[in-house]
């Protein structure tokens, strides 16, 4: 049986939009993030971060800790995993930058995906996991939020996210894939590609307008 690893890499988030579409009615996909490598896809199951604004009658630094919430999120097999981290609606905010996300690099992970925003653009792209969000910044969001929860359901920009679900993203969007029909969806989605380039030769052949009478006229 083909590997899911070797699967998604020769499909886009397009056709696997199109195909999870034909076996799901929910929305499962994402618009308008971007990355600091723009061309460069990230696909991996997910674990799980939310955080919610700041009280500071709640905080407390040692249980809202991003690096110790972090390490238990990615757990003992870190590697290849994609951090799906809920901003809780604060797009404009910062939920880290090219310090604290360096410990995705270290444990190789394959990247990390946010609806809030992420500093430190040109040292995020010089690592190796893949990061998308909503934008950069140069504000610090340490102020603003707080990590409260690991591998729990959240919310990325309108998408459930389930610890375990597939993420595909690359520049046209991102799509949200259930564990459990991860596998069937890529390989729709491997067809939807072979439809359309079907049909990308059935147009090519396709006489322009003004010479459909003439061909008409030698028949």
């Known amino acids: 049986m083909e590997d899911i690893d070797d699967i998604w890499k020769s499909v886009t988030s ?50 809202n800790s991003f690096s110790r919430l972090f390490y238990e999120a990615v ?17 404009d905010v910062s939920v880290g930058g090219g310090t604290k996300l360096s410990r995705l690099h270290n444990l190789e ?3 990390m995906i946010t609806d809030g925003r992420l500093r430190d653009f040109e040292e995020l792209a010089t690592y190796e996991p893949v990061f998308y969000c909503r934008g950069t910044t140069l504000r610090a969001g340490t102020g603003d939020l707080m990590p409260v929860a690991v591998n729990e359901p959240v919310n990325l920009a309108g998408v459930t996210v389930v610890p ?3 993420v595909f993203a690359d520049g046209a969007g991102t799509v949200i894939l259930p564990a459990g029909l991860a596998r069937q969806a890529l390989k729709a989605a491997q067809e939807v590609q072979a439809q359309d380039s079907y049909y990308l030769d059935v147009i090519r052949g396709e006489l322009p307008a003004s010479d459909r009478g003439s061909a008409s006229d030698k028949a």
Do not use: Q, W
């Open 109 to 111: 992970l394959a990247g």
């Open 14 to 63: 397009a056709s696997v939009c199109d195909a999870l579409g034909r076996i799901c009615n929910h929305r499962a996909h994402v618009l308008d993030l971007v990355s600091p490598t723009p061309g460069k896809v990230l696909f991996g199951p997910a674990v799980t971060m939310r955080m919610l604004p700041l009280r500071d009658d709640l905080f407390d630094e040692n249980v």
């Open 164 to 166: 375990g679900d597939y």
């Open 75 to 91: 757990g003992a097999t870190p590697k290849g995993k994609v951090l799906v981290l809920d901003s809780s609606g604060h797009s």
